[in-house]
């Protein structure tokens, strides 16, 4: 079956620029995360959903960061007013339940 | 205050050496688990195994085997005669609260021919 997917692979971004980030998660999954990851780091978590209600949001790291996940299904990230160290890679995972997440292959962001 | 540790940064062998990962967790709840991934140079994240905190009983996957020690907190990987395949970097994980992952560092894996 068709696992995590996540668009686009890159995005170069200018500082300052708005991005909006895609999860399409495994059909059925009840829980999203979001991850960020740096360069030569660990993934680190940055929110939750279990179906449309955000659960946890509480490593997004500035007000600049905005997850929804609206109908329970497709997950946005948006990142407002970008600065370079919002640079990393952002991975999004699914999972059924209180079980193992399955991640999608990241969006790399990079901004100038 | 939850926590993984992989004091490993980096590891280099030559193919069909055994090579064993080691993670370090701290957690105060008594029921836990812990997880190994793969991250390969293409990026993704690729789940190798989950074991819960009753479970202690060690796996084997093929080449592939871990050993849990809730006396120490450690959950060690280890890769059997190891394949050129096999290069990739290994993260550790343990689940908080929400469900949310706890990652650590990370052990980079390079398996000469």
């Known amino acids: 079956g068709a696992g995590v997917s996540q668009s686009p692979r890159y995005k170069v971004a200018k500082r300052g620029q708005d991005v909006a980030l895609r999860c399409d998660p495994i059909?059925?999954?009840?829980?999203l995360f979001w991850y960020q990851q740096a360069l030569g780091q660990g993934p680190e978590f940055l929110t939750y959903?279990?179906?449309?209600?955000?659960?946890?949001k509480s490593g997004l790291p500035s007000d600049r960061f905005f997850a929804e996940r609206p109908e329970g299904s497709v997950s946005t990230l948006k990142i407002q007013r970008t600065q370079q160290e919002d640079s990393a890679v952002y991975l999004c995972?699914?999972?059924?339940?209180?079980?193992?997440?399955?991640f999608g292959p990241g969006t790399r962001l990079t901004v100038l | 205050a939850q926590k993984v540790t992989q004091a490993q940064t980096e590891i280099s062998v030559v193919e069909k050496e055994d090579v064993t990962l080691d993670c370090v967790y701290e957690t105060r709840d008594t029921t836990y688990y812990l997880f190994w991934y793969k991250q390969p140079p293409s990026g993704e994240l690729v789940f190798l195994i989950r074991r819960n905190s009753f479970d202690e009983q060690n796996e084997i996957s093929g080449r592939y085997s871990w050993n849990f020690q809730k006396s120490t907190s450690s959950f060690n990987f280890t890769i059997t005669a190891s394949q050129v395949v096999d290069s990739a970097v290994y993260f550790c994980a343990l689940i908080g609260g929400y469900n949310k992952l706890i990652f650590g560092a990370g052990t980079r894996l390079a398996v000469h021919p």
């Open positions: 995972a699914s999972s059924p339940s209180i079980d193992t997440q399955y």
């Open positions: 059909s059925g999954h009840v829980s």
């Open positions: 959903f279990q179906n449309e209600a955000q659960l946890d």
